[in-house]
């Protein structure tokens, strides 16, 4: 009779099985699926308590699931076991193929270690083959179905026939576990994956609203902003302006992507730009305008990659500092120049004149096959037959025989050799003292105004003319002989005689001009107090009737 029921139980069994883990592949999440297999050992494999104990990221177990008494559930659901404890429950008792059985004779020793368990009641077994409340059945569970990655532990108890499993319900058990180990990690595998496409998701979301910021930081920028290509043959050009910069500039933003930095920047400062696009950081330079004119404007600089390997670009920020600038330009000018006729003034002459000055003095009776020899390598014979060694031992530091500074000579008074240097013309106002005394401090700077502005008609652009304080005033003008600086005076001195009108009334001053010269070796001072002596020679050696004006 139970040779004809075996076949029927197998098929049974082999139902519920299926039914158990057909199951295990319907349920939607790794917390579903854990109850699914805990619930499978309950109705599919009868026993009365199922419990699924998974291996945790720190090797130790937890208590993931359990099915069969609610009590039981409540009260170990969630603990945790260790690692070492578990090894050595694995490796006790009968070894049951895959399974591992530990029975009432041999567990009472695991009653006081630290994996959370749960004992039924019941009286003694009366068969060799009969249940014991203290017997324990234990099913490994390993990743992809077999090998040594410990994926969780099955235990079972109390069959429900009472007896131990024979042979049948150990394989059913063992290919349960096999089955289930593959349904956690498939349910692991589809947690993480909607756990990475959640991420994923935040991400994106998270990077379309700071492009969104970007965008709108970028459009609604106050000042001018700009992105740039980096690199290859079109670095430079402009892909993306705010509508900011196309206001600061007078272009469209069509227009403005067809130029780069290069095409808009003032000639003078492609140098500062070209630095700048090269290193990052900032430049202060002119970009053109539409109407042709130029504007200040502030360039900051960022590269920034697109991804790790990916394109770079320059993001730059244009801010305008016209007006800065025409405040800076115009202190400036006002440190360097009159505050009343706007020529410059003596800090500034000075400055001007120790451009062109050196403090090596300069011979000009060598001759010009010893000058060609000095510029084309017979240094020896390049100063009068003296040794460049030597003789650089006894000029000022920092001054060879191979600088590029343009010696300034001065013509021989008693000869016109040819000579051409830069001339000094200290002038001073005849009859400007009386203006002042008889029409007062407003007249006499009318006066200097006109004069000043007389003196700048006579020269030409390259020359500089000044004014000492006073009613002195100064003319550099470079590349004279000396009978043409003679001629410069003249021409100064009767454009001053005519008559200024202040107020309605005519006034006259003259004018007496001293005619230095500068020369390397000299200093500023030597320079100008050469020409103010002989202005004052010039002036007595004129009558007083001469000199009268006003």
């Given at each position: 009779?139970?040779?004809e029921?075996?076949?029927?139980?197998?098929l049974?069994?082999?139902?519920?099985?299926?039914?158990?883990?057909?199951?295990?592949?319907?349920?939607?999440?790794?917390?579903?699926?854990?109850?699914?297999?805990?619930?499978?050992?309950?109705?599919?494999?009868?026993?009365?308590?199922?419990?699924?104990?998974?291996?945790?990221?720190?090797?130790?177990?937890?208590?993931?699931?359990?099915?069969?008494?609610?009590?039981?559930?409540?009260?170990?659901?969630?603990?945790?076991?260790?690692?070492?404890s578990?090894?050595?429950?694995?490796?006790?008792?009968?070894?049951?193929?895959?399974?591992?059985?530990?029975?009432?004779?041999e567990?009472?020793?695991?009653l006081?270690?630290?994996?959370?368990?749960?004992?039924?009641?019941?009286?003694?077994?009366?068969?060799?083959?009969?249940w014991?409340?203290?017997?324990r059945?234990?099913?490994?569970?390993?990743?992809?179905?077999?090998?040594?990655?410990?994926?969780?532990?099955?235990?079972?108890?109390?069959?429900?026939?009472?007896?131990?499993?024979?042979?049948?319900?150990?394989?059913?058990?063992?290919?349960?576990?096999?089955?289930?180990?593959?349904?956690?990690?498939?349910?692991?595998?589809?947690?993480?994956?909607?756990?990475?496409?959640?991420?994923?998701?935040?991400?994106?979301q998270?990077?379309?609203?700071s492009?969104?910021?970007?965008?709108?930081?970028?459009?609604?920028?106050?000042?001018?902003?700009?992105?740039?290509e980096?690199?290859?043959?079109?670095?430079?050009?402009?892909?993306?302006?705010?509508d900011?910069?196309?206001?600061?500039?007078?272009?469209?933003a069509?227009v403005?992507?067809?130029y780069?930095?290069?095409?808009?920047?003032?000639?003078?400062?492609?140098?500062?730009?070209?630095?700048?696009?090269?290193e990052?950081?900032?430049?202060?330079?002119?970009?053109?305008?539409?109407?042709?004119?130029?504007?200040?404007?502030?360039?900051?600089?960022?590269?920034?990659?697109?991804t790790?390997?990916?394109p770079?670009?320059?993001?730059?920020?244009?801010?305008d500092?016209?007006?800065?600038?025409?405040?800076?330009?115009?202190?400036?000018?006002?440190?360097?120049?009159?505050?009343?006729?706007?020529l410059?003034?003596?800090?500034?002459?000075?400055?001007?004149?120790?451009?062109?000055?050196?403090?090596?003095?300069?011979?000009?009776?060598?001759?010009?096959?010893?000058?060609?020899?000095?510029?084309?390598?017979?240094?020896?014979?390049?100063?009068?037959?003296?040794?460049?060694?030597?003789?650089?031992?006894?000029?000022?530091?920092?001054?060879?025989?191979y600088?590029?500074?343009?010696?300034?000579?001065?013509?021989?008074?008693?000869?016109?050799?040819?000579?051409?240097?830069?001339?000094?013309?200290f002038?001073?106002?005849?009859?400007?003292?009386?203006?002042?005394?008889?029409?007062?401090?407003?007249?006499?700077?009318?006066?200097?105004?006109?004069?000043a502005?007389?003196?700048?008609?006579?020269?030409?652009?390259?020359?500089?003319?000044?004014?000492?304080?006073?009613?002195e005033?100064?003319?550099?003008?470079?590349?004279?002989?000396?009978?043409?600086a003679?001629?410069?005076?003249?021409?100064?001195?009767?454009?001053?005689?005519?008559?200024?009108?202040?107020?309605?009334?005519?006034?006259?001053?003259?004018?007496?001009?001293?005619?230095?010269w500068?020369e390397?070796?000299?200093?500023?001072?030597?320079?100008?107090?050469?020409?103010?002596?002989?202005?004052?020679?010039?002036?007595?050696?004129?009558?007083?009737?001469?000199?009268r004006?006003?």
């Open positions: 009779m139970e040779a029921s075996e076949p029927y139980v197998r049974a069994t082999m139902r519920q099985l299926h039914q158990a883990v057909a199951d295990l592949n319907t349920a939607r999440s790794l917390a579903d699926t854990l109850q699914s297999v805990a619930d499978g050992i309950v109705t599919g494999l009868g026993y009365e308590l199922g419990c699924v104990n998974l291996v945790r990221p720190d090797g130790d177990l937890v208590v993931a699931a359990f099915a069969g008494n609610s009590a039981a559930e409540a009260l170990i659901t969630g603990r945790i076991g260790s690692r070492e578990w090894e050595r429950r694995l490796s006790m008792g009968e070894a049951w193929d895959g399974l591992r059985f530990i029975p009432h004779t567990g009472w020793v695991l006081d270690d630290d994996v959370p368990q749960w004992h039924t009641e019941g009286p003694e077994p009366r068969f060799e083959d009969e014991h409340p203290l017997d059945l234990y099913a490994p569970m390993y990743a992809s179905g077999g090998g040594l990655d410990l994926l969780g532990v099955l235990s079972v108890d109390r069959p429900r026939n009472g007896r131990r499993p024979g042979a049948w319900g150990r394989e059913a058990l063992q290919m349960y576990a096999s089955q289930a180990a593959i349904a956690i990690s498939n349910a692991r595998l589809r947690a993480n994956m909607q756990r990475a496409l959640v991420r994923l998701e935040r991400e994106q998270a990077l379309r609203a492009e969104e910021s970007f965008r709108q930081a970028f459009e609604y920028a106050p000042s001018g902003m700009a992105i740039a980096m690199g290859g043959d079109q670095h430079g050009r402009l892909l993306r302006t705010n900011a910069l196309c206001r600061l500039l007078g272009r469209p069509s403005l992507r067809r780069s930095f290069a095409d808009l920047v003032h000639p003078e400062d492609i140098g500062t730009l070209l630095r700048t696009s090269a990052g950081g900032r430049a202060e330079l002119r970009l053109g305008r539409r109407d042709g004119t130029y504007l200040w404007v502030s360039l900051r600089n960022s590269v920034v990659a697109d790790t390997d990916g770079r670009f320059l993001l730059t920020h244009v801010e500092i016209e007006e800065r600038k025409r405040n800076e330009l115009n202190l400036a000018h006002r440190a360097s120049h009159d505050a009343l006729t706007g410059p003034n003596s800090a500034e002459l000075r400055s001007r004149l120790g451009a062109r000055l050196c403090e090596r003095p300069h011979s000009v009776t060598s001759s010009a096959i010893e000058a060609l020899d000095a510029a084309y390598g017979d240094v020896e014979s390049a100063v009068h037959g003296y040794r460049s060694d030597v003789y650089e031992a006894e000029v000022a530091p920092g001054v060879g025989p600088d590029h500074h343009v010696h300034v000579v001065a013509p021989d008074p008693d000869r016109d050799d040819g000579t051409k240097g830069l001339a000094v013309l002038c001073d106002l005849d009859g400007f003292k009386s203006i002042n005394d008889r029409f007062g401090h407003h007249a006499g700077d009318a006066v200097l105004i006109e004069v502005r007389r003196l700048t008609t006579c020269v030409r652009d390259g020359d500089t003319v000044a004014r000492l304080g006073g009613d005033f100064v003319v550099l003008a470079d590349g004279l002989g000396a009978a043409d003679a001629d410069l005076a003249v021409r100064l001195r009767n454009a001053i005689i005519p008559p200024i009108r202040v107020d309605g009334r005519a006034v006259r001053v003259g004018a007496s001009f001293g005619i230095g500068a390397c070796g000299m200093t500023e001072e030597e320079v100008l107090h050469s020409a103010d002596q002989r202005m004052y020679v010039e002036k007595r050696s004129r009558s007083k009737v001469h000199r004006a006003g």
